[in-house]
């Protein structure tokens, strides 16, 4: 799997020094390039150090790098609760983080308490954009964003604390609007990278490449849609996409998948419901495969909600199926729009 975020030190391994002790402590040279290396590929960063926070973030703001950490965990505690806070923060598993710190303390008990975060030595910060679990084989605009994307998050998440209200009423202050379309060629680079990084809220696991995609985009016999989401603070970018396999008498969904950063928007109900009342319309049955994993209960979750029901299993695959009572409009507070 891919990185999705790093995971600084800051003594001694982002910069040369410790700066409770020397107020002056530089950079290591080939930091401010492998960050931004990174950076343009999507991989986020964050920070895990012991230090005072207040002085640890001035110091990073007099650097210029304050922007980039996402998250930031500037504390007395353990590294591997400092990791544990930040991908519950970005909504990724453990295994996408990378940790790297000059201490060998430091990175075994990161280890030990989470087998699955690789960890790096400070020595080893000038290989890191060449390693293959920081390659990327095509860097999307969303990708490019995915910081900007973040940043935006939190400042929502800002909102919700301070406001006041029900959740409902929240959610009709973003003003959002949730646009489903038929994928593009230009979607495809963007739905291939969606396949192999959505776990929590995709229902099969399955991977498409690019040129399988194309070949879907265009059959006949299937259905390949692309979602966004926008409100008043921006756009989430192109965050969901649905396969479905269409033949004269059913429709078979067999892949639907959302960016975790959208799970609390309830966008993948709204998708699921638009292919429900699609179908009904062509007056075929709607089925859905759905494969169980230790990440996504979630999208089951999603799957009965909106109605499906199980209809059989094969192998460690359920099939799903929607009966068409009980259908759901979509949400007051989403302006949702259909290309």
């Known amino acids: ?51 005072d926070a207040g002085t640890a973030r001035a110091k990073l703001r007099e650097l210029g790098l304050d922007e980039y950490f996402l998250h930031p965990q500037i504390t007395w505690g353990s590294k591997s609760e400092s990791l544990k806070a930040i991908a519950a923060a970005l909504n990724i598993g453990a295994d996408a983080l990378a940790f790297v710190d000059d201490q060998p303390f430091e990175r075994d008990e990161v280890a030990f308490a989470l087998p699955e975060v690789r960890c790096f030595d400070a020595t080893q910060i000038p290989l890191l954009p060449d390693l293959p679990e920081f390659q990327v084989r095509d860097v999307t ?38 646009t489903i379309s038929p994928a593009r060629e230009e979607d495809l680079r963007r739905l291939e990278e969606l396949t192999v990084r959505t776990h929590q809220l995709n229902s099969t696991g399955y991977t498409y490449s690019y040129d399988e995609l194309d070949t879907l985009r265009t059959s006949p016999d299937h259905l ?42 309830g966008v993948g109900s709204v998708l699921l ?50 009966d068409f009572t009980n259908l759901q409009g979509f949400p007051p507070y989403m302006n949702v729009v259909s290309r």
Not at 24 to 35: A, G, N, S, T
């Open 1 to 51: 799997m891919t990185v999705k975020c790093v995971v600084w030190d800051l003594d001694n391994t982002l910069w040369d020094g410790v700066l409770l002790e020397d107020p002056e402590v530089r950079l290591r040279p080939d930091v401010p390039l492998v960050i931004e290396a990174l950076d343009e590929r999507g991989i986020l960063h964050s920070v895990a150090s012991r230090n």
């Open 141 to 178: 605009a969303d990708a490019r964003n995915r910081r900007l994307l973040y940043r935006a998050d939190e400042r929502r998440k800002q909102a919700e604390e301070r406001h006041s209200g029900t959740a409902d009423e929240f959610l009709a202050s973003l003003d959002m609007t949730f």
């Open 224 to 265: 390949l849609l692309i979602t966004e989401l926008t409100d008043r603070y921006g756009g989430y970018g192109k965050i969901g996409l649905a396969l479905v396999e269409r033949t004269s008498a059913a429709w078979t969904v067999k892949l639907l998948l959302m960016s975790c950063r959208v799970m609390s928007r």
């Open 273 to 322: 419901n638009h292919l429900v009342h699609e179908a009904r319309g062509a007056g075929v049955r709607l089925f859905a495969e759905f494969l169980p994993t230790d990440r996504n209960r979630a999208m089951y979750v999603t799957y009965k909600f909106s109605g499906f029901v199980e209809s059989r299993t094969e192998g460690d695959l359920v099939i799903l199926e929607h």
